[in-house]
């Protein structure tokens, strides 16, 4: 094996040709080799990569834990611009969890076994200095994920559903709450349609708005469920399209709350937006 090559910072010496950009679950690089002709695999973990020496100069690694995510370049090229995780990729353990701390490696190579890495975008000390040679890896942050929900009208289809031993009653409180992995409640409103009857229409001003915490090991970032319910069984679900990180907005899409035998006992009109920031 070749001892390591300065691949990465030969246009300006000490600085390598990097752009990363963290979104909610991903981490975004653009990576530029000079004239050479690289591979690319970029390695995301949890913790910050060390240096050990094999005999060939100072290699990273990431201790004896396996990376949260990586990818691999297609083909051969000089400039690279990859995404981890890779698309098509739906394991849990592949994912950068919203607001979670991560490093990266980026290590490059190329057919006659020269090879090179960089896991920092800029250079930290005099104009000689090779990135990565420190052992100070640069340490990013995914965004926060932000979900906001809104129901802009409900009907009253039939009332018959809200009737219990032939009682009914006029005052409903209907339930809007976002649902998370294993079905464990994030947030939650409430509205009480008073005097609600059969073919009538209201505004609820029924919404809600959750922004993920701070990750603590744990993540929820591949599901997420929108629930309205209403007394006796009556509900609509939705499920929110979040595992692959990206914007999504739904305006004025109809859900149907159906109870028993699915029969619709309401109607209602609901905003979804998901960003993040």
Not at 203 to 220: I, R, T
Not at 222 to 233: G, T, Y
Not at 268 to 277: E, L
């Amino acid at each position: 094996m070749e001892a390591r090559s300065s691949l990465l910072t030969r246009c300006r010496p000490g600085e390598a040709q990097i752009q990363l950009e963290a979104g909610g679950n991903y981490l975004r690089t653009a990576l530029a080799a000079g004239a050479a002709s690289t591979r690319l695999v970029v390695l995301v973990g949890d913790i910050e990569p060390n240096l050990f020496d094999r005999g060939q100069g100072d290699i990273p690694r990431y201790d004896y834990r396996v990376p949260i995510t990586s990818v691999v370049s297609d083909a051969n090229a000089s400039l690279h611009r990859v995404v981890a995780p890779p698309a098509g990729s739906h394991q849990p353990q592949d994912r950068i969890s919203p607001m979670q701390e991560f490093w990266y490696i980026a290590l490059v190579w190329t057919a006659d076994g020269r090879w090179d890495f960089i896991w920092a975008d800029k250079r930290t000390d005099g104009p000689d200095f090779v990135l990565g040679d420190d052992g100070q890896a640069q340490r990013l942050t995914s965004k926060a994920r932000s979900i906001e929900l809104t129901v802009r009208r409900l009907t009253c289809v039939d009332d018959d559903l809200f009737q219990y031993d032939d009682v009914f009653d006029e005052d409903m409180t209907f339930c809007l709450a976002l649902q998370g992995a294993g079905g464990s409640e994030l947030a939650r409103d409430t509205f009480t349609w008073t005097d609600m009857e059969e073919g009538s229409l209201t505004d609820p001003h029924l919404s809600l708005e959750w922004v993920s915490p701070d990750w603590e090991g744990g993540s929820d970032s591949d599901e997420a469920l929108m629930v309205l319910s209403a007394p006796l069984e009556a509900r609509a679900e939705l499920p929110l399209p979040i595992a692959d990180g990206s914007p999504y907005r739904l305006t004025k899409m109809r859900l149907k709350g159906a109870g028993i035998d699915g029969v619709p006992g309401f109607y209602a009109d609901v905003d979804v937006t998901v960003s993040y920031r």
